[in-house]
T-cell receptor, first 115, second 115 residues
Framework: DTEVTQTPKHLVMGMTNKKSLKCEQH?????MYWYKQKAKKPPELMFV???????INESVPSRFSPECPNSSLLNLHLHALQPEDSALYLC??????????????FGQGTRLTVV | AQKVTQAQTEISVVEKEDVTLDCVYE???????LFWYKQPPSGELVFLIR??????QNEISGRYSWNFQKSTSSFNFTITASQVVDSAVYFC????????????FGPGTRLSVLP
C-alpha cells in the first residue's frame, strides 16, 4: 500500500466553523507533512511531524492546528479561517527526516473553500 | 537558503513533439537532493525522479530523461514524443540532508500537449 489518503476531498466552510482535515498512511513512514497550495502556485510547507512530534512549523497562523495522534494519522484542525485560506491542502509522508533520498508520497489533497 | 527557478510558466506542444522543462537551483549545501514531480488536474503530486548532488549521471526512463549539470546548477527534464496524458503541471524541487522532504519547490511549468 503506497497511498496517502486524505479526507474530505472537498470542504466548504464558513469563517466561524471548526473543521478538520484528515490524512492517513500505512507505509510505516515516520515523517508526515502538511503543504498548502494556492491556485497556480507551488506547494508551501506548513508543518512537519517526525515520529509523531512537531518538528517544523513554518510560522503558520494559530487558526491552523496540526495533530499527529499516531504514526499513521495526521490531522489539521481549522478554526476561524479567512477566505484567503482557501487552497488545496496536501498531506505527504516519507520514511523519516534523516532520509531525504527517498520518495515522498502525496495525497490527492483537500480542496478547501472558506466563505 | 535554497531556491528553485523554473523559467517556463506555460508550454504548449503538439502531440509527439519533444519538450524540455528547465530547472535551475540555488543552494550552499554540498549535499542536496533534486526531484521532479508531476501534478495532474486531480491534484496529487506524482513522483518522477530523485537525484542526489553526487550523482551527475543522466537518466532515461521510457520517454522521460533528465539532464543534471552541477556546473550550471540545472536539472532539466525532457519528454520525448509527448502525449496528451503528459499534460500537467511539473514541479522541480530541492531538499537537503536532515530536512526530510521539506521541499523547496519551483513555481512549476504547466505543460499542455495538444492532440
Amino acid at each position: 500500500d503506497t497511498e496517502v489518503t486524505q479526507t474530505p476531498k472537498h470542504l466548504v466552510m464558513g469563517m466561524t466553523n471548526k473543521k478538520s482535515l484528515k490524512c492517513e498512511q500505512h507505509m510505516g513512514h515516520r515523517a508526515m507533512y502538511w503543504y498548502k497550495q494556492k491556485a497556480k502556485k507551488p506547494p508551501e510547507l506548513m508543518f512537519v511531524y517526525s515520529y509523531e512530534k512537531l518538528s517544523i512549523n513554518e510560522s503558520v497562523p494559530s487558526r491552523f492546528s496540526p495533530e499527529c495522534p499516531n504514526s499513521s494519522l495526521l490531522n489539521l484542525h481549522l478554526h476561524a479561517l479567512q477566505p484567503e485560506d482557501s487552497a488545496l491542502y496536501l498531506c505527504a509522508s516519507s520514511q523519516d527526516l534523516a532520509s531525504p533520498n527517498t520518495e515522498a508520497f502525496f495525497g490527492q489533497g483537500t480542496r478547501l473553500t472558506v466563505v | 537558503a535554497q531556491k528553485v527557478t523554473q523559467a517556463q510558466t506555460e508550454i504548449s506542444v503538439v502531440e509527439k513533439e519533444d519538450v524540455t522543462l528547465d530547472c535551475v537551483y540555488e543552494t550552499r549545501d554540498t549535499t542536496y537532493y533534486l526531484f521532479w514531480y508531476k501534478q495532474p488536474p486531480s491534484g496529487e503530486l506524482v513522483f518522477l525522479i530523485r537525484r542526489n548532488s553526487f550523482d551527475e549521471q543522466n537518466e532515461i526512463s521510457g520517454r522521460y530523461s533528465w539532464n543534471f549539470q552541477k556546473s550550471t546548477s540545472s536539472f532539466n527534464f525532457t519528454i520525448t514524443a509527448s502525449q496528451v496524458v503528459d499534460s500537467a503541471v511539473y514541479f522541480c524541487a530541492l531538499t537537503i540532508v536532515n530536512y526530510g522532504q521539506n521541499f523547496v519547490f519551483g513555481p512549476g511549468t504547466r505543460l499542455s500537449v495538444l492532440p
